[in-house]
């Protein structure tokens, strides 16, 4: 009775629970009928033992979490067990799976109700410590735990499951039997069920793909301390190890047949791709299909008739790259232990692939700008360069060529930079190789660029540089298998000499009379007359034209010498002293001398009268 009221407790706190999941929802899932159940028992268990509680080692979390899931399951699947006042036994029989409408949840319920008898004892186990009472109720559950453990295993040797899942089972309901004999004391019963699954576990973990062995591998090493524990108590004389007595005892009959079915299986549900030497499995089925389909397609680009065809179809088979791309990032978001340290030997089968494909997409980028610059792509014979040409029907000027090979060179920076390749040699030689080849080809079209504003000695330049980039990348024995244009860079070459002398012998022929912005990437031009220029010979087009440039009818303005205007128009301005004192006025000087006489006279100051 404490059981089900501790159940009943848990159930009525499903609605306020936070670990009930979104994936534990689906209940509108349908399957087809006949279909053989694969069900990755340890993978599940251990995932779901991780995202609720047992990280902590929280067992009463992960015990509530399975009362909640089995009540789910059980809603979903219309095997209820009564109703609220009346409780009626109902059991996951093979009788569930003959129906045409069975679905593999119902093998999750006896593994969800083995799971919470497990954890309900383990719980125990940890408050035995101060309450030794509580080890007897840890057996009980341990025993509840082998009956669910067995339902589980009989419900998987039938038909409707595959040899993996059956595999899996038996590894299962043996490690829970020999949890039980441990606590019992049966130490020998103990270590021949938990070797018996860490044989299964071995088996399983050779049968399978690299990135599905680490959890196989894991609960091998978890079950060594146990063993050796057994072996302890047993005696040296014991012989666990002896797979034969096993054998005899008819515990491992069926392991050898079942991990051949196992691998062939896995063979066929996955499909392997290579590169650059190492060997991945893909799962997603969306890779898979990507995959397949870029097998052939550079047949399909060989019978494209023109560029936009090509260009098209490119472009759609980079949507499906995307696609695949996305479905392996949503796979490692899902589990973090595929994540890698960044380093290429330690990289995980799935970061791998990650980069595989996203090498692939920035590869499918780069042909398809590569067969833009195609479609308008200036003739590497003809020395006399057009000013445009064509792409994708529009009048296109050289630089635009060049802006285009700027987008094939940030393409080629982020190959350089693709996770997990930075410490390999020969990829970054590749790489570097194929960046100085573009660069070449960029400073071509900005060469030719620079002679349609018959700036020659800078388009010259260009030209060196060109020359130097491509005669570097002929000379590299690091060759991209994608990408080889060596035959493309030699030629080029050769028309890089005409083109250079081309452009020297304009220079010379006529006078450079243009003030060059460097800054602002302007030139601006202004050129002698004819009257100027007679002792020198000059090819002058505009002579021929209706303006011919001859003669400058309308001559410069000089500076003359000429009265200066500035102090003329100065002088309105200037500001006087008042003078009226110094001026001589009728009348008025005497009348003010004779007043100042008479009061100097008065007081006997200065002059003649006051001596």
Not at 207 to 213: D, G, H, I, K, S
Not at 244 to 270: I, P, Y
Not at 364 to 370: K, S
Request: proline residues 4%; aromatic residues 8%.
């Amino acid at each position: 009775m404490v059981e089900s009221k501790s159940e009943k407790a848990e159930i009525g706190k499903e609605n306020i629970n936070p670990d009930i999941k979104d994936e534990d929802m689906d209940v509108d899932e349908d399957l087809n009928p006949g279909k053989v159940f694969n069900i990755e028992i340890l993978r599940v268990i251990k995932d779901l033992q991780q995202q609720h509680g047992l990280r902590h080692g929280d067992y009463q979390r992960y015990r509530g979490y399975c009362s909640r899931r089995v009540k789910r399951l059980r809603k979903t699947l219309n095997l209820s067990q009564g109703d609220k006042r009346h409780y009626k036994k109902r059991d996951v029989t093979l009788a569930n799976l003959e129906r045409d409408s069975s679905d593999e949840r119902l093998i999750h319920i006896p593994l969800m109700l083995a799971e919470r008898a497990w954890a309900y004892a383990m719980q125990l186990r940890q408050e035995s410590n101060t309450e030794p009472r509580k080890r007897f109720h840890l057996v009980g559950k341990l025993r509840k735990a082998t009956v669910y453990a067995l339902q589980l295993q009989e419900l998987c040797n039938s038909d409707f499951c595959d040899a993996r899942t059956k595999l899996e089972a038996e590894a299962y309901s043996a490690w829970i039997h020999g949890s039980l004999h441990f606590e019992l004391s049966l130490w020998k019963n103990a270590a021949e069920n938990l070797k018996k699954a860490q044989v299964i576990y071995e088996n399983l973990a050779q049968a399978l793909p690299e990135e599905e062995q680490a959890v196989y591998k894991a609960k091998v090493d978890e079950l060594n301390p146990s063993l050796r524990y057994c072996s302890y108590n047993i005696g040296e004389n014991a012989s666990m190890n002896d797979l034969l007595e096993m054998r005899g005892q008819g515990m491992l009959d069926n392991l050898s047949h079942l991990v051949a079915q196992t691998k062939t299986e896995s063979m066929e549900a996955f499909q392997t791709t290579e590169w650059r030497g190492r060997k991945v499995t893909v799962r997603p089925e969306k890779v898979r299909l990507f995959l397949l389909s870029i097998q052939d397609l550079t047949k399909s680009i060989e019978k494209a008739k023109g560029y936009p065809e090509k260009i098209e179809l490119l472009e759609n088979v980079l949507l499906d790259c995307k696609d695949a791309v996305s479905a392996i990032k949503d796979e490692i978001k899902q589990d973090p232990k595929l994540r890698s340290s960044g380093d290429t030997g330690t990289m995980t089968a799935t970061q791998y692939l990650l980069t595989y494909l996203s090498y692939t997409r920035l590869k499918l980028t780069l042909e398809r700008n590569l067969f833009m610059v195609a479609q308008g792509k200036l003739s590497l014979d003809d020395p006399n360069v057009p000013d445009k040409v064509q792409i994708e029907g529009k009048k296109t000027k050289p630089q635009d060529l060049s802006r285009l090979y700027e987008i094939i060179l940030q393409n080629v920076s982020e190959m350089q930079q693709l996770q997990g390749m930075e410490a390999d040699p020969v990829y970054q030689a590749e790489i570097e190789t194929l960046t100085q080849s573009f660069k070449s080809f960029r400073c071509y079209y900005i060469a030719i660029t620079l002679l349609a504003l018959k700036r020659w000695r800078d388009a010259v330049a260009m030209y060196e540089r060109s020359t130097k980039y491509a005669n570097e990348a002929v000379a590299s024995k690091a060759i991209s298998p994608d990408f080889n244009l060596r035959d493309e860079l030699k030629k080029l070459v050769q028309t890089i000499e005409s083109c250079k002398f081309s452009a020297h012998a304009n220079s010379v022929l006529e006078e450079d009379t243009q003030e060059d912005s460097v800054l602002y990437g302007k030139a601006t031009k202004s050129s002698k007359p004819l009257y100027e220029r007679l002792s020198m010979y000059k090819e002058d087009p505009s002579l021929n034209s209706r303006n011919p440039n001859v003669y400058k009818l309308t001559p410069e303005m000089q500076p003359i010498p000429a009265k200066p205007l500035f102090f003329d128009l100065a002088l309105n301005f200037v500001e006087f002293p008042s003078l009226e004192d110094k001026i001589e006025q009728k009348g008025g000087d005497k009348q003010k001398a004779g007043m100042s006489g008479f009061v100097k006279g008065l007081f006997s100051w200065g002059g003649s009268g006051g001596k």
